[in-house]
């Protein structure tokens, strides 16, 4: 396993995908700054300094669908913080909040070369000690905020490497069971009402089934299976 560290990139991510045939699988990049990092839904992702941001390279032998990466990170890092006293939950498919707010974002890529599986990079962005900007105080917080205090960005990392290295070891023969355990932590439930985005439009309805991939609602009578959607306050 290898950590790879720099004071300023564009973006984790981007620099795997790049490079990823030059690094062995399990390698780690950490940024203290990105200039261009992005999330989901091709979103910037302000990267400030004192932030957590990194991502990682998986070379999977087995056929193991990007999802199950992108499961594992972000059960993960519920876990890792724990030991903090953080109790954070997942808003679907894996944005860690605590009270109501976003903590962290996972951004997993997958490449393909030659129609076959090449890498899955999953990118994680972590507010630490950075400031949250005042037009986002409702709707994301920082370890800082919820513990009151600085925390080590690399021991942070440090612990949920330790987790993913764990849950890998446990659920990577019984990926059914790493599934249960990310259900298990998602803040939406079946029988909730929730608002979605699909396109564009907004739509309420029942959650009647949740998956990794999708969420099937019930809208009036009517049962909808949606893929790529955001859910969004109502
Ligand atoms: C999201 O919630 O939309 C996902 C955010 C992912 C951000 C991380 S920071 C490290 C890595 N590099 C990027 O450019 N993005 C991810």
């Known amino acids: 396993e290898k950590l790879i560290r720099v004071p300023i990139i564009g973006s984790t991510n981007d620099f795997l995908k790049e490079n990823w045939k030059l690094f062995p699988h399990g390698t780690v990049i950490v940024a ?3 200039t261009t990092g992005r999330g989901r839904f091709n979103r910037a992702w302000y990267s ?4 957590l941001w990194f991502s990682v390279l998986f070379k999977p032998r087995k056929n193991m669908r990007p999802n199950f990466y992108t499961k594992l990170s972000a059960v993960s890092i519920v876990r890792s913080l724990r030991p903090l006293k953080v109790e954070a939950k997942l808003k679907w498919p894996n944005d860690v909040y605590v009270d109501g707010k976003k903590l962290a974002g996972i951004l997993t890529e997958t490449i393909f070369e030659e129609d076959r599986l090449g890498a899955i990079i999953v990118g994680i962005g972590m507010n630490v000690n950075n400031e949250i900007p005042k037009e986002l105080e409702k709707k994301a917080t920082s370890l800082k905020l919820l513990v009151g205090e600085e925390l080590e960005r690399l ?3 440090s612990m949920i490497l330790r987790e993913m290295n764990r849950a890998l070891r446990v659920y990577s023969r019984k990926p059914e069971a790493l599934t249960r355990v990310w259900k298990n932590m998602l803040i939406q439930k079946e029988g909730q009402l929730i608002c979605v985005n699909v396109g564009g439009e907004t739509l309420k ?5 949740i998956d990794d991939e999708s969420i099937t609602l019930r809208i009036q009578d009517k049962t909808m299976r949606l893929s790529s959607l955001e859910i969004v306050d109502c």
């Open 205 to 209: 309805g029942e959650i009647v089934q």
């Open 155 to 157: 021991s942070v990392l």
């Open 32 to 34: 203290d700054v990105q």
């Open 48 to 51: 400030p300094e004192g932030g």
